[in-house]
């Protein structure tokens, strides 16, 4: 009895081990969707209602989700790689774990050199797994409350951790997309860069 019931704890830990990393995915894209969908709701009511700033809509949104947004400047969407995350400010563990962070949240978008900081994780399709996959005049779009930004990959390149000159301002506005590489790798000491040039604006 007590040799069957040891059997069935290991096959039960084995599931769980095996089926983890799935579910964590799950839980992921489905906290993702609805961070999305909240921001884009909060979009719509500042359009409607006219205010003045987006902490005046977060009030507006039901209070589990006004937390999850404080601090949403946008989302990014890399159609060839499938990703649409929320831009947070700050690059903490807080921010990493709910989408993208902003490592200068002080920098503007239409003006600035923007580095976007990802976790890359061995799940398919999750955060900035599939960053390596971008060439040279692939489309990143940033979209913001009344904006969308229109970039285009200008450069794909590997540097130490400590190479922070590819934050400088540029002569035109761009994004510097920063992850680490290798994938899987335990406290790998390189980073992967995505560079993107804005190409264009338009109004929503």
């Not at 769980?16 to 995915?25: M, R, S, T």
């Not at 709701?41 to 006219?50: F, S, T, V, W």
């Not at 229109?150 to 922070?164: A, G, M, Q, S």
Request: net charge negative; glycine share 6%.
């Amino acid at each position: 009895m007590v040799r069957k019931s040891l059997g069935w704890i290991l096959v039960v830990s084995g599931l769980l081990i095996v089926g983890y990393p799935f579910l964590q995915k799950v839980a992921y894209d489905r906290q993702q969707q609805q961070l999305l969908t909240a921001f884009d709701q909060l979009g719509a009511i500042e359009d409607r209602e006219n205010f003045d700033d987006q902490e005046s809509a977060l009030s507006s949104i039901n209070e589990d989700q006004s937390l999850d947004l404080k601090g949403a400047r946008g989302i990014i969407t890399i159609g060839k790689i499938d990703l649409e995350m929320l831009i947070f400010e700050g690059a903490s563990e807080t921010e990493l774990s709910k989408g993208v962070g902003m490592i200068e949240p002080q920098k503007d978008f239409f003006k600035h050199n923007v580095g976007l900081a990802g976790h890359r994780a061995v799940a398919d399709g999750k955060q900035f797994n599939r960053l390596d996959e971008l060439s040279m005049d692939d489309e990143i779009q940033v979209n913001t409350l009344n904006r969308t930004l229109h970039y285009r990959v200008t450069d794909t390149f590997i540097v130490h951790k400590t190479e922070v000159s590819v934050l400088e301002d540029q002569e035109n506005p761009h994004l510097t997309l920063v992850t680490c590489t290798p994938l899987g790798s335990w406290h790998p000491t390189d980073r992967l860069i995505v560079q993107a040039e804005l190409q264009d604006i338009t109004q929503k």
